[in-house]
């Protein structure tokens, strides 16, 4: 059973289409994340839910739009793509017991 | 501000060398210490914590103590494997987890 689990795993589009990710997790954890990692491996928060509640919004184009169903779910919705959002964007959850679980992760090509 | 700082990689090291990657913190409150590792083409995973001061955490041959005095978390390991070779992530917990900061990752390559 997948932990933290997000789909779909590579996602190739054209510049100003409009697409989603999505995340589940069945650990019942109250918080959950979006992040960004570039090329470089460099890892970026761009937001935070808790119990469905937004709790942190870094500055991230409003281009992206995150939405919480349900304590289990985070996608992860994005309008207009440009170039510069190709990169790999990994979900991830916590609990106060423990650190991150993370998604594998969904590497996205803007062309 | 709360921020975490890891030594800039990559690190190459030939099999069963010892290993260190260096990792401090700053941080307003007492945090959480976490290292986490991420293999080619995967998520990040846990790889230990320690959640006081002088708390060592230990996974796989990999150790790391939280050291308040130097406000420091060096991940080490005394022989490394080819299957070492990741990218290792330094983090920091605050605020029962809802405040979380990441290092910039060192990628450890390990050759035969």
């Known amino acids: 059973d997948t932990a933290v689990s997000q789909t779909p795993k590579y996602l190739v589009t054209q510049m100003g289409n409009d697409k989603s990710i999505k995340c589940e997790q069945n650990l019942g954890h109250d918080t959950m994340y979006w992040y960004k990692q570039d090329s470089k491996k460099f890892l970026k928060i761009m937001f935070s839910?808790?119990?469905?509640?937004?709790?942190i919004n870094e500055t991230v184009p409003n281009r992206f739009s995150p939405k919480s169903p349900d304590k289990a779910h985070l996608n992860l919705h994005i309008n207009s793509l440009e170039l510069g959002d190709s990169a790999v964007y990994f979900c991830?959850?916590?609990?106060?017991?423990?650190?991150?679980?993370f998604g594998s992760g969904t590497r996205l090509t803007v062309v | 501000g709360d921020s975490v700082t890891q030594m800039e990689g990559p690190v190459t090291l030939s099999e069963e060398a010892f290993l260190t990657i260096n990792c401090t913190y700053t941080?307003?409150?007492?945090?959480?210490l976490f290292w986490y590792v991420q293999y080619p083409g995967e998520g990040l995973q846990l790889l230990l914590k320690?959640?006081?001061?002088?708390d060592k955490g230990s996974n796989k041959g990999f150790e790391a103590t939280y050291r308040k005095e130097t406000t420091s978390f060096h991940l080490e390991k005394g022989s490394v494997q080819v299957s070492d070779s990741a990218v290792y992530f330094c983090a920091l917990s605050l605020y029962n987890f809802n405040k979380f900061y990441f290092g910039s990752g060192t990628k450890l390559n390990v050759k035969p």
């Open positions: 320690a959640t006081k001061a002088d």
């Open positions: 991830a959850s916590s609990s106060a017991e423990s650190g991150h679980t």
């Open positions: 839910y808790n119990n469905k509640e937004l709790i």
């Open positions: 941080a307003t409150g007492y945090p959480s």
